[in-house]
């Protein structure tokens, strides 16, 4: 049973830093790609970022480019996404989520597995 716990996230404000991890356990996730979305109230849960678990390839959506970083630890099986330069307009419940892709993901819709979410809040 595959299993994704977020954590790191919080209230900061414009132009702080955030980091949240996501711990996976359950199944070796070699052949994985790993993924975070989120979802602000009332707007539909939206791509950030995904990287692929064996090559390290990445994807990142326009509207985080050059300020989210995400990474992947193998000793700790853990995927990070690094928030900097954080703006009111990304405040959103933040999503890690799996799907047993060797390339990398972008669609809400094709992964299988999805943590429970951490709250993440920039004020002005």
């Known amino acids: 049973q595959v299993q994704l716990v977020e954590s790191g996230g919080g209230l900061v404000q414009a132009g702080g830093s955030l980091r949240l991890s996501c711990a996976a356990s359950g199944r070796t996730f070699g052949t994985y790609t790993m993924g975070w979305f989120r979802q602000a109230p009332g707007k539909e849960r939206e791509f950030v970022s995904a990287?692929?678990?064996?090559?390290?390839?990445?994807w990142t959506a326009d509207s985080v480019k050059g300020r989210f970083t995400i990474s992947r630890d193998y000793v700790k099986n853990t995927v990070i996404l690094q928030m900097n330069s954080l703006k009111p307009e990304d405040t959103a419940v933040y999503y890690c989520?799996?799907?047993?892709?060797?390339?990398?993901?972008?669609?809400?819709?094709?992964?299988?597995?999805w943590g429970q979410g951490t709250q993440v809040s920039v004020s002005s």
């Open positions: 990287i692929t678990w064996s090559g390290g390839r990445t």
């Open positions: 989520a799996a799907v047993s892709r060797i390339v990398v993901v972008t669609s809400v819709a094709e992964y299988e597995y």
